[in-house]
């Protein structure tokens, strides 16, 4: 017996026949004598009906500065509320699988994050897990009765309900395995596990038996969007083994069949025999570059360029600073997302006296392209090996950023595919 | 300074729009100095979308009759799932509305059942209160803060949300009212109050300025479906005064103004100064007629009969059994809604020969006309003039049967809506 945490995203439960294929996932393995508790999304579509609802209602809240005034103003509306009307939608969906499973004859009850209770910090529309205290679900569960939790929500400090921010839902499983000691948390997807690469960019990308929290941390902010970011450092901070897997595969078919089979196990890095030195290659198109031509060398102008766009709410990715020539000058490359470049540039050009600079460049044009594994800490030359490689192909690098297990390049747009393609291969990471 | 409960039903709140009106109405209270609690529906057709989730979710479960059993299994589902589902319709509104008071610079925050609390009995989907603890609810209102509480719904004993049934929001409302000391709970809905008649029979019907408790029970039994049945008889029981107005009126009209001119109110008898003789006529079309012709006439028949129908769950209204002439055998006629006529006859069948009848007979092309009015108490021979009127128009009374404040009388469909007319003007109802 097995205590497993089960989650499912929007698209896993869009209707009640999806909601259904779920439940048949779930009883699949009660009836191989696990014990489950299950963390569902709203049903896609209903967040986004709620939300729209919210905005409208709050419409006209501008033009009344001087009313009530609550955390997350900042939005133009009240977050508690906000919470209130967004939270609903886990609660119809968890609701709903109580009842097919209850008419699948397994025996199922209903949890909202108030009643379990999942605790929240105050921050409403964006609250941060502080503790579960899961010992009455925990009793439930080990009962042989299935826990369905409306993800996404917890309880704050004031006793009204939290949401944890989109995406929160894999949060709330993650952090619920953990809470109740749970041997795996499987999430089931609209995708069957974790890349190598986009297959819709390389054909030959192979699917990952097994990823490491880091390299799965590096895969996902670099667009491999198959779990929020929040849940894979949790579950590293927790030691949770994570399963990436399709909720759309045969219900039926054995659980306790390979996992291998099953989807991607996301995991310590000692857990996993055959490291490669480059696990995966990831992909971000909508990045954009900007140029500072003519800066200053001298200590300060950083902060008077990153300051200001923090202030901005612009998140700054890469950043590459030239030698500088004549030790007086120099020019400063970074990197944003493109939906930010307008902003970005907006808030340089009414800083740019303060920061003091000759030109300003912006592009959109630019796409970053990134190795990503573990392996790469006990392997010298892997830079190397990349540039030369992209070198051979007649692609420049604009600019380079490093950790200890990622080499990112910025590169022009045009050539991004060709390089995944040309890594993909370098790496080995191609299928026969 | 009065405090007010106000609550608008589901066509009043039925998108962000009608949201904005209710509003404006609980604005014009706040601005006249009044402290407001609001008690809000789902936004119209939020329920019955809800309700067929649940139902398709529990499809297939009588497939499964060795599953999980709770309350409310026979309906087909689990009764504590149905309310964390249908719930959810209540808690959107309750968000929404106070989003847009605060965009409106009203100070408002929305309280579900479970964070007032609103305890509820055990009986899932069907709940009554049982307790209202509103001393920090009543704190937040009397500090001038508004309120929005979900109808509908309260914590059962399980911890886990229960519903009051359908029209459950009215009694929610009243509930509250009585909880909290309220100086007035204002119903607002579709109608703008309570008329003497259905305006769509008698043009002349007017709108009533008052009713006692006692005379909306029977109208509301009778087909008047302002108001909850249970609404009225808490209300009657804890004295609540509860004033029927319309949420499309004008919002902004001043909240000073007449109650006479705003709608009707419910209230006391003794608050009644000009009591007519009768208030008003009602009239239930709905109504299906059962004769068992040459029943024994001994002690025990009338068990026999109406004890398998009440296991059957069929409601029977008018019961009248004719005086025996051979003091051996007599016939028994009674009412039924006319959806329970085939129910009732099938029942009846059944059991023919326990019961021992000659014959059965069932018609639904009877309806019933009552007078209604609490003068009656004094007033002797309303029923003498009630007959005469009606034979001098030809029409043929088969039933009748009569209460402290009320006379019911079976007549030919045909002859309905000519029967109502007769009596409003017999009453002196008719407006100038």
């Not at 008419?103 to 503790?131: C, E, F, M, Y």
């Not at 306790?256 to 196990?265: I, P, R």
């Not at 390089?419 to 191609?430: I, N």
Request: charged share 25%; glycine share 8%; with cysteine.
């Amino acid at each position: 017996m097995a205590l497993l945490v089960l989650k499912f995203g929007g698209t896993s439960v869009a209707d009640i026949d999806k909601i259904r294929n779920a439940a048949r996932h779930v009883k699949r393995e009660i009836d191989a004598g696990n014990r489950c508790a299950v963390v569902v999304s709203a049903m896609a579509g209903q967040t986004n009906q709620l939300i729209a609802w919210v905005e409208d209602a709050a419409r006209g809240r501008a033009a009344n500065v001087d009313g009530h005034r609550e955390n997350g103003e900042s939005q133009g509306y009240d977050a508690c509320e906000y919470d209130a009307v967004v939270s609903s939608g886990e609660q119809v969906t968890a609701g709903l699988l109580a009842l097919v499973l209850q008419s699948l004859g397994v025996k199922a009850r209903s949890w909202q994050g108030w009643q379990i209770p999942l605790n929240t910090d105050p921050v409403h529309s964006k609250a941060r897990i502080t503790g579960i205290q899961g010992d009455a679900l925990r009793g439930q569960v080990l009962d042989g009765e299935v826990a369905v939790v409306a993800g996404f929500q917890g309880i704050a400090p004031d006793g009204r309900i939290a949401t944890l921010g989109r995406g929160g839902s894999d949060t709330s499983a993650v952090a619920l395995a953990a809470a109740l000691s749970a041997d795996r948390c499987d999430i089931y997807t609209d995708v069957d596990g974790v890349y190598t690469t986009d297959p819709r960019i390389v054909p030959q990308a192979q699917r990952m038996n097994r990823i490491s929290y880091e390299e799965m941390l590096e895969m996902a902010s670099q667009g491999a969007k198959v779990l929020q970011t929040r849940s894979v450092e949790l579950a590293m901070q927790r030691s949770v083994p994570v399963l990436v897997r399709s909720s759309f595969d045969d219900a039926d078919q054995d659980a306790s069949a390979d996992l291998a089979e099953l989807g991607t196990l996301v995991c310590e890095e000692d857990e996993i025999v055959e490291q490669k030195v480059v696990s995966g290659i990831a992909y971000a198109p909508d990045e954009a570059k900007v140029t500072l031509i003519k800066v200053a060398d001298k200590p300060g102008v950083a902060a008077g360029v990153f300051g200001p766009l923090a202030e901005a709410n612009i998140n700054v990715d890469m950043i590459v600073q030239n030698v500088s020539e004549d030790g007086r000058y120099t020019d400063l490359t970074f990197t944003v997302q493109s939906a930010d470049l307008d902003r970005a540039l907006d808030v340089l050009r009414s800083k740019k006296d303060e920061i003091g600079y000759g030109d300003l460049d912006g592009s959109t044009n630019v796409a970053k392209v990134s190795a990503i594994g573990v392996g790469m800490r006990s392997h010298a030359g892997v830079a190397a090996q990349m540039f030369h490689a992209l070198s051979e192909k007649g692609i420049n690098i604009q600019a380079i950023s490093t950790s200890e297990i990622k080499i990112s390049i910025l590169i022009d747009a045009a050539y991004a595919e060709l390089a995944v393609r040309t890594l993909h291969t370098l790496f080995g990471l191609d299928s026969r």
